[in-house]
C-alpha cells in the first residue's frame, strides 16, 4: 500500500509559478513510478507529468518547457515546479503512484491516489 498527500496548491496569476509536493508513504522501495495527473472542471482526468526513480522523466506537451517533475527518493517525495501558469492550467492536481517499472500516461494504469490540491490560475 502507498498512501499519497499533495501540498501547494492555491491560487496564481497568469504567468506565475507554484511548487506541488506529493508525500508517500507506507511503501517505501521506491519501487514504482509516481505522477502527476489533473483534473479541470467538467473535463476527464489527464495525464501531467511522470517519473521514475528519477531517472526517466515524462511530460504532457501541453505542459512541457513550464512544468518540471522531481523525486526524492530518500524522503519518498515527488514535486511539480509550474511555472508560466496558464489559465488553462486550472485544475485539482492529483499525485498518483504506479506500481512496477515503467511509466504509464493512463488514468486506469496508475495504482494509488491523492486526494488533490486545487490549483487556480486567474488571468
Known amino acids: 500500500q502507498v498512501q499519497l498527500v499533495e501540498s501547494g496548491g492555491g491560487l496564481v496569476q497568469a504567468g506565475g509559478s507554484l511548487r506541488l509536493s506529493c508525500a508517500a508513504s507506507?511503501?517505501?522501495?521506491?519501487?514504482?513510478?509516481m505522477g502527476w495527473f489533473r483534473q479541470a472542471p467538467g473535463k476527464e482526468r489527464e495525464f501531467v507529468a511522470a517519473s521514475w526513480r528519477g531517472m526517466s522523466t515524462y511530460y504532457a506537451d501541453s505542459v512541457k518547457g513550464r512544468f518540471a517533475i522531481s523525486r526524492d527518493n530518500a524522503k519518498n517525495t515527488v514535486a511539480l515546479q509550474m511555472n508560466s501558469l496558464k489559465p488553462e492550467d486550472t485544475a485539482v492536481y492529483y499525485c498518483?503512484?504506479?506500481?512496477?517499472?515503467?511509466?504509464?500516461?493512463?488514468?486506469?494504469?496508475?495504482?494509488?491516489w491523492g486526494k488533490g490540491t486545487l490549483v487556480t490560475v486567474s488571468s
Open positions: 498518483a503512484a504506479k506500481l512496477g517499472p515503467g511509466i504509464t500516461t493512463r488514468v486506469d494504469g496508475m495504482d494509488y
Open positions: 507506507g511503501r517505501t522501495d521506491n519501487s514504482y513510478s
